[in-house]
């Protein structure tokens, strides 16, 4: 019955991915860099996003402190997505637009890096996050569609952005897993040297 739908749902976000490999492999291989630097050098991920990208966030630490697909030691990243406590106190507290930010300016240094998750660019509180970052002099790893919406007047010349070149959120965020991946595994590469 929905065997129609389903097909055209695998072809549009394959077609997708086609179309943004040659745009976007520039961006990832340069987050790549990005976090391989951080974290050989005592540095740190902290990523953070709203509903699927706070899973985003969330399924990158994991890989990132865990595994991707080789045993290596163990990077650090954190999802700042995940304790209940900060997030509604500081939402509470002051304002749900300050529960990243809070946490980067607590937990974040000079040379580490915010993995900053919207598919519009425009939540406030990733733009909040971002903000707070550079002032810890960090490296902010955008994943974003949609055009980049409000965060493309944040970014700085060190900062990086990975635009994927559609409307539609739920595509956007089949190609955000895609390119966390892409950089999961570029960081093991580095570290581990490159298999087939």
């Not at 097909?7 to 997708?16: E, P, R, V």
């Not at 999802?79 to 980067?104: C, E, G, P, R």
């Not at 406030?124 to 002099?137: F, G, V």
Request: proline share 2%.
């Amino acid at each position: 019955m929905f065997e129609q739908r389903i097909h055209q749902h695998f072809i549009a976000s394959a077609d997708l991915k086609y179309q943004a490999a040659e745009a976007l492999s520039t961006p990832i291989s340069r987050a790549i860099e990005a976090m391989w630097t951080a974290v050989t050098n005592g540095g740190k991920v902290l990523a953070c996003g709203n509903g699927g990208s706070a899973a985003d966030a969330q399924h990158f630490a994991a890989e990132f402190v865990g595994r991707y697909e080789r045993e290596r030691p163990e990077l650090a990243a954190l999802a700042l997505t995940t304790d209940a406590s900060v997030m509604t106190a500081i939402a509470n507290d002051y304002s749900y637009n300050d529960i990243f930010a809070k946490q980067v300016r607590a937990l974040g240094q000079a040379g580490d890096v915010l993995l900053a998750i919207t598919t519009s660019g425009n939540s406030t509180n990733i733009l909040a996050a971002i903000e707070a970052a550079h002032n810890r002099e960090m490296v902010v790893i955008a994943l974003t569609g949609k055009g980049g919406g409000k965060m493309n007047e944040l970014l700085g010349e060190t900062d990086i952005q990975i635009c994927v070149p559609h409307d539609r959120t739920a595509r956007i965020q089949e190609v955000h897993i895609l390119a966390l991946h892409c950089i999961c595994d570029g960081v093991d590469a580095m570290l581990l040297g490159e298999t087939e």
